[in-house]
């Protein structure tokens, strides 16, 4: 299964690595399999008893040496066996992973919350939350979602309604499908008449809707009532320009964090360290995703130092999906170095597929393989 063809996969930076023989490919694969699957250091005993390794422990051992030298291999310890470098993964995603296709299970839940979502009619953030939340439950990854984003969002509806005797709640939706609630406090005596009229100019001024729509009577009985509400008005309108103009604001979704602590990647108190750090870097990651939304490619994998994490030894799997009014958003997973790439790029690709299909019903966008 070829993933520059099934998932348009991009890895970066892909170096210009020494050749490598059959054999050493072979070991280095296995070498990749078994440390993804286990977290333990292989040693040459341990391959001998691979089907695809028709050889002596002792040519294993020089072929993992010679992969030693040329950096695709490291002993962690002095007896231990060996583990893929950076290098190493890179080469092993480009040219030897075999990208493995979703069980039916998965399909049949990928299928579900599709089902559920037209079903109930879930806002597009529940369907994204929805989405990442699902993806790090296969992956036992952290996941993170960029929503569809466009250069200048427009909003399409504001709406306000009361809640308490003093309390009023603004929700605006913008032409994207991204919604944003806030409670706003509004004098005790505001009627729902009042909340309605404030409503409808709200949307005439700031939806791009004209004054025309609504009948002459009626604009000017609302009129009446601005001299008395005029600073709830520019209340109202502040709150609805700040939601607009935060790019963080229903943008950016994270889920997972906590698998982290069942990798053994960070059972060191410094690696833990790191990884509550990269909690609080929203806005990097946020200018991360905005970033690899350049690529023409649907899947991209960052390894180690290319993934522009703060943190050493992580990698990071995007894959973009397309969302309302021609615009894109992308969905990822963070994890270390020895996460499952076959496995989570199958992920990737289908949960991006369904997204697209929910968010605006495109059946033309790449698809697992289904035969």
């Known amino acids: 299964m070829n993933a520059n063809t099934l998932f348009q996969t991009e890895v970066c930076a892909n170096d210009g690595s020494q050749a490598l023989n059959d054999r050493q490919k072979t070991v280095l694969r296995e070498v990749c399999d078994a440390f993804i699957s286990t977290g333990i250091p292989v040693g040459s005993r341990t391959l001998s008893r691979s089907s695809r390794l028709s050889c002596s422990p002792a040519t ?20 231990a066996g060996r583990v893929p470098t950076e290098k190493g993964y890179k080469f092993y995603v480009n040219f030897l992973i075999e990208f493995e296709r979703i069980s039916q299970l998965e399909e049949s839940l990928i299928g579900r919350i599709a089902s559920i979502s037209r079903e109930t009619h879930l806002r597009q953030q529940d369907i994204l939350k929805s989405a990442v939340q699902y993806a790090c439950q296969q992956t036992k990854l952290a996941g993170v979602l960029l929503a569809p984003q466009q250069e200048h969002s427009n909003l399409s509806s504001i709406r306000l309604f009361r809640i308490l005797d003093t309390k009023a709640m603004l929700v605006t939706v913008d032409d994207c499908g991204n919604i944003n609630d806030q409670v706003v406090n509004i004098p005790a005596a505001t009627s729902d008449d009042v909340l309605e009229k404030l409503s409808i100019l709200l949307n005439a001024q700031l939806c791009h809707q004209q004054y025309h729509q609504y009948e002459q009577n009626f604009i000017e009985n609302t009129r009446q009532i601005l001299s008395r ?33 069942d990798q053994p990647e960070f059972n060191e108190p410094e690696k833990l360290k790191q990884m509550v750090c990269l909690l609080d870097q929203k806005e990097n990651l946020l200018k991360l995703l905005a970033k690899s939304l350049e690529s023409k490619q649907e899947i991209v994998v960052n390894i180690g130092s290319d993934s522009g994490l703060a943190i050493k030894d992580m ?16 969905i990822g997973l963070i994890g270390p170095l020895r996460m499952d790439y076959s496995r989570v790029v199958a992920t990737l690709a289908r949960l991006s597929n369904t997204l697209s299909q929910l968010l605006i019903g495109d059946r033309n966008f790449p698809e697992s393989d289904k035969s």
């Open 229 to 261: 509400y005029n600073n709830l008005l520019s209340q109202l309108v502040k709150q609805v320009q700040n939601a607009v103009n935060d790019p963080d604001t229903n943008s950016i979704f994270l889920e997972g964090f906590l698998n982290f602590f």
């Open 60 to 79: 294993i051992r020089n072929e993992m040496a010679d992969l030693e030298l040329m950096g695709y291999l490291y002993a962690p310890h002095t007896s």
């Open 315 to 330: 990698s990071f799997v995007t894959a973009r999906y397309r969302g309302p009014n021609h615009t894109f958003g992308k």
